[in-house]
């Protein structure tokens, strides 16, 4: 199956212009990943650092902050982690779930879902 790249749309803070990235579907990435550079450029800003876990079990400190994406036409805020030069941009699961989104490894694309919720129907 693979990993492939999709085209996100990231606006600015001020919402005024944005960039689009080809970034890596990453269902293993809880959050977006993205160049601090760009995110920078587009007046994005930090506000905490947290901690991730990556592949190879190490354990790093990255900035995060929120951003506002366009991923097949839904636009959302969601969480960003600020990423070193060089790092690839991933698309993680956190901006997925939010955008309802799924995965299809196989044809290698994104598919409308619709949301889950705990309960039954009050009339």
């Known amino acids: 199956m ?3 790249t999709y085209p996100i749309e990231v ?5 005024s212009h944005s960039q689009t990235v080809d970034a890596t579907v990453d269902t293993g990435s809880t959050y977006t990943c993205l160049p601090a550079t760009m995110l920078r450029e587009l007046g994005i800003v930090p506000y905490r650092r947290i901690q991730s876990e990556l592949a ?4 790093v400190e990255d900035p995060v902050g929120e951003v506002r994406v366009r991923v097949e036409d839904v636009e959302i805020t969601t969480i960003v982690i600020f990423t070193d030069e060089g790092a690839p941009a991933l698309l993680g699961a956190y901006t997925l779930e939010g955008a309802l989104l ?3 490894p196989v044809r290698q694309r994104l598919a409308p879902t619709h949301a889950l919720r705990y309960g039954k129907r009050f009339t």
Do not use: C, K
């Open 2 to 4: 693979g990993t492939f």
């Open 11 to 15: 606006v600015s803070a001020d919402g």
């Open 56 to 59: 190879d079990g190490s354990i």
């Open 102 to 104: 799924v995965v299809d």
